[in-house]
């Protein structure tokens, strides 16, 4: 299949680590953090970890839009969709994620809330469409990548005049994440662990561009290579970032070029800017209160502003007591490091978000990696 066995090539893939190898000096070590959930499954399906040498580790970070999401948020939309009898459309990771008490959209659903499942914003304007006389809230997350479609689905309301649809907002901000890992007071307390390069997100710099990380790697030193999701994509990307840090550059590179432009897509960043603008602050499961870092609807929206539409009341949201999500976000723990993790805690019965996104780090080490350690130390076993 043209563009994508190229990405899966097991003999290139051979000599990409042989390089990586070759070229990774045994004197150090190299902490690559991969932000992007969808790095860390290529990593895991496609056994990249495994071919790395010793002192190669990649770090799981908050890219997961439904990880990164606090309670709070979730219980607010489980709120607007019980106490104020809307029409609640959602992505369909969304419903499963564990909210105080663990109550989870699917669970207001089966007592009664009117909570259904979408594939896009247009879904959710369909229904709105086809129920004039029921408020269709769209609850709205996800990083860059997500956000452009939601300003279609608002900009087409209003052309319409649709009335009875607003979006529930929390779209969040990539590049204000990464750098709050990196320099924080509370991610700091929180416990935090050394990170010499970033492997880039990809769909989300094919709206942004390549250029909103260039402050940030000159500001912290520290390399970034915008990485795209195929297994030779993170592992040439790997052997970039252990290049720049051999030479001790920390400059903005893209593997990614197939997708990626210095600039991102303008429309798309232009269609956003009207719709939206900064949130002064945002909680990020995991970082935080993080300035900066997510976007709320503009005034001149307002009408299809569900936050504006229902108040929602004051409440102590809380996680489930014992899960490592929030450090394994910020990659201080693995999910193996949580006394949860395939005991009551499985894709199943998810206890965190991590462990329900198809993105989360949980989900990627229950699918394909659990019994990788095993393996690994049965092989050395043998060998010794
Ligand atoms: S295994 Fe489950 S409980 Fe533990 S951190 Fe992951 S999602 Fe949370």
């Known amino acids: 299949m043209k563009y994508v066995d190229e990405f899966r090539d097991r003999n290139l893939a051979k ?5 990586i190898r070759q070229e990774a000096d045994p004197a150090r070590s190299y902490n690559l953090m991969e932000f992007c959930g969808g790095h860390t499954h290529a990593i895991f399906r496609y056994g990249v970890k495994d071919l790395m040498p010793e002192n190669v580790h990649f770090v799981h970070g908050p890219g997961c839009p439904v990880c990164v999401l606090p309670v709070r948020r979730l219980d607010d939309a489980v ?17 499963r994620v564990p909210g105080t008490r663990q109550r989870s959209l699917i669970r207001a659903k089966a007592d009664g809330a009117d909570i259904r499942m979408v594939y896009s914003t247009l879904d959710a304007l369909h229904i709105a469409r086809s129920n004039p006389d029921r408020q269709v809230v769209f609850f709205a997350i996800g990083f860059e990548t997500t956000t452009p479609p939601t300003a279609v689905a608002i900009r087409q309301a209003e052309k319409e005049g649709l009335r009875n649809f607003s979006v529930f907002c929390n779209h969040v901000l990539t590049p204000s994440a990464i750098g709050h890992i990196l320099e924080s007071p509370e991610v700091r307390d929180l416990g935090t662990v050394r990170i010499d390069g970033f492997l880039g997100p990809s769909h989300v710099s094919s709206v942004i561009g390549s250029e909103p990380y260039e402050f940030f790697a000159e500001e912290f030193g520290k390399p970034v290579v915008i990485a795209g999701f195929e297994p030779l994509d993170v592992m040439q990307s790997t052997l970039m970032l252990v290049r720049q840090i051999n030479e001790g550059r920390h400059e903005v590179e893209n593997e990614y070029t197939r997708v990626v432009t210095r ?27 993080v300035p900066y870092s997510a976007l709320k609807i503009r005034a001149r929206f307002a009408a299809f502003d569900a936050e504006k539409c229902f108040a929602v009341t004051e409440k102590q949201s809380r ?8 450090a394994i976000l910020r ?12 005991t009551v805690c499985t894709p199943d019965t998810p206890m965190g978000s991590c462990m329900v996104s198809s993105e989360g780090a949980c989900a990627a080490y229950w699918t394909y990696g659990r019994h990788r350690q095993t393996a690994r130390t049965r092989r050395k076993e043998t060998a010794a």
Request: charged share 30%; aromatic share 8%; proline share 3%.
């Open 319 to 326: 996680e489930v007591k014992s899960c490592e999500c929030p």
């Open 263 to 289: 600039a991102g897509n303008l429309k798309a960043q232009a269609l956003v800017s009207e719709i939206f603008e900064l949130r002064r602050s945002f909680e990020w499961r995991g970082l935080g209160t």
């Open 15 to 19: 000599t990409i680590a042989e390089a």
């Open 79 to 95: 709120e607007i969709a019980e106490r104020h009898d809307v029409i609640l459309c959602t992505y369909g990771d969304m419903m």
């Open 331 to 342: 990659g201080v723990k693995k999910p193996t490091d949580c006394k949860l993790f395939g």
